[in-house]
């Protein structure tokens, strides 16, 4: 695989960069479309033929896994990946596989709520956190759980379960539960973005339930594939409950495509000669971080947070945190940064008030396609108020 096309027009300088023709820039989600390249110049590895006959049965053929709709193959690969790529113990653990890690995060908030009659129990998570945990705890008003609100400042007593996202959406920031108070915390590890490109593996997470998925790893959000590693077999065994009530299973073909996705990438690892999956996409991050940086420093209207180097086990080579996403803050006075870059810049981003935080922030995606990136670089550096 070539990766130099991959790479070039990311490592452009930022004065260098496409037309801007003035379009708006929707840079409000975490699309992955970065990685679109890279897969368009594998070719063939990871095409797929699927015929007729195949996935008309619920089931999965030949599985003794407790969660009985997951695809023995998909399986397989996922505990070979997290092998090679050292970020997470597999060890003993049930994989558990669901519609995104957003299904399974509700799978495990299911899971994890005691069902006596006690009452709906807390989620937390600390500020800024992922804007959609309020939203998907509470959009059916469950009487298991509730939203709880900011972690750092809850403080309640008995039982609670403590959302914790390292590398963390929206600031990038590697993270630890933060309630001090008991040892009546349930936790839930996301870590969505435990991937070489966006920080480095500095040992592998060994937490009580741990989601992923092929969204922010392999760029593949619309196959709508994500698994949690989880310890407890009761544990596993619920939340399987949960998918099977909720969608009766996982679409197949969507497994059948992650796994041989995921063995390509685990290949590319495996391989002597080509550079692999991870060294495209650190190279990439790592491109558009340093341009980024330069551009906060050029314009000092702007500024996004620093993070500190660490040696990285898979790459070996010690790096700063090139986060999926930029969490700025606007200076000079500004603040409403979501409506001043929306207004005067033309770029949708979504504001820090969503993530529990101050409205100076914005998140924006870092993974965008690279000429949407470089005319992004190009309008937030220059001082004229109009993008045109
Ligand atoms: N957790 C975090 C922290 C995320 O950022 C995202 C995606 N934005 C998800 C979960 C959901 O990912 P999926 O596409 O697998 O549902």
Redesign the pocket.
């Known amino acids: 695989v070539s990766g130099s096309s991959l790479l070039s027009s990311a490592s452009c300088k930022y004065s260098e960069v496409e037309e801007d023709d003035g379009r708006i820039l929707n840079l409000k989600?975490?699309d992955p479309t970065v990685y679109e390249r890279y897969w368009q110049e594998t070719g063939e590895a990871t095409t797929m033929v699927i015929p007729g006959w195949q996935s008309l049965s619920y089931f999965s053929d030949n599985n003794n896994n407790l969660c009985w709709f997951l695809e023995p193959e998909l399986g397989k690969e996922i505990v070979r990946v997290h092998q090679i790529v050292g970020n997470a113990v597999t060890q003993d653990r049930f994989i558990v596989v669901?519609?995104?890690?957003?299904?399974?995060?509700q799978a495990a908030l299911y899971a994890l709520s005691p069902h006596d009659h006690s009452g709906p129990i807390n989620v937390v998570s600390a500020s800024p956190y992922?804007s959609?945990y309020p939203l998907i705890t509470d959009y059916l008003k469950s009487g298991l759980y509730r939203w709880g609100g900011d972690a750092k400042t809850y403080k309640e007593e008995g039982p609670y379960i403590e959302l914790v996202?390292s590398p963390?959406?929206p600031d990038g920031f590697l993270r630890q539960s933060v309630v001090n108070s008991s040892s009546e915390g349930i936790l839930i590890h996301?870590l969505?973005?435990y991937w070489p490109q966006y920080t480095p593996i500095t040992s592998k997470a060994d937490h009580d339930v741990m989601?992923f998925?092929?969204?922010?790893s392999t760029g593949h959000?619309g196959m709508?594939?994500?698994w949690a590693l989880v310890k407890d077999r009761e544990t596993a065994r619920k939340m399987t409950e949960y998918i099977e009530l909720n969608t009766i299973g996982v679409s197949k073909d969507s497994q059948l495509r992650a796994a041989k996705v995921l063995k390509v990438v685990s290949d590319s690892c495996d391989s002597e000669t080509a550079k692999s999956f991870f060294g495209h996409s650190y190279d990439a991050m790592s491109k558009r971080w340093k341009l980024l940086k330069q551009a906060s420093k050029d314009s000092k209207r702007f500024t996004v947070p620093d993070f500190a180097s660490q040696r990285c086990n898979f790459l070996g080579k010690v790096f700063e945190s090139q986060p999926?996403?930029a969490w700025l803050k606007c200076e000079e006075g500004i603040v409403d940064c979501e409506r001043f870059l929306r207004e005067k810049k033309k770029i949708i981003t979504k504001s820090g008030k969503y993530f529990g935080d101050d409205q100076s922030y914005v998140r924006i995606s870092m993974l965008d396609r690279d000429s949407t990136f470089n005319i992004f670089l190009k309008r937030i550096t220059s001082s004229s108020s109009s993008t045109l």
């Open positions: 989600f975490g669901g519609t995104g890690s957003t299904q399974l995060c992922y959609s996202t963390n959406n996301d969505a973005y989601l998925t092929a969204s922010k959000a709508r594939i994500g999926a996403f």
